[in-house]
């Protein structure tokens, strides 16, 4: 059974930083692609990151330079560090881990509300 639960939301002030976890369980961790999504109130939820299995990263335009992936795969968990947090990101953010078959695991979401 494949369980996904992300850590680390909270309150910043703007200008701050945050680092988010997602833990993986039920797969073979190091061969799976990661994301990162996030959903405002009122907003689709959006693509913030991927991180491949071979570590190549991928940010969308509004996080570029500030929000970095990573992965640990001896700890099956995948990081977000995000800094020079806005208001606009406030959002919960999600990780989802999108397997070859088609199926999609999502976690539970971490708020994270930065305030300006």
């Known amino acids: 059974q494949v369980q996904v639960v992300e850590s680390g939301g909270g309150l910043v002030q703007a200008g701050g930083s945050l680092r988010l976890s997602c833990a993986a369980s039920?797969?073979?961790?190091?061969?799976?692609?990661m994301n990162w999504y996030r959903q405002a109130p009122g907003k689709q939820r959006e693509l913030v990151g991927t991180i491949t299995w071979g570590g190549t990263t991928t940010y969308a335009d509004s996080v570029k330079g500030r929000f970095a992936i990573s992965r640990d795969n001896a700890k099956n968990t995948v990081y977000l560090q995000m800094n020079s947090l806005k208001p606009e990101d406030t959002a919960v953010y999600y990780c989802n881990v999108p397997r070859r078959n088609g199926a999609s695991y999502w976690g539970q979401g971490t708020q994270v509300t930065v305030s300006s």
């Open positions: 039920g797969i073979i961790f190091s061969a799976e692609t």
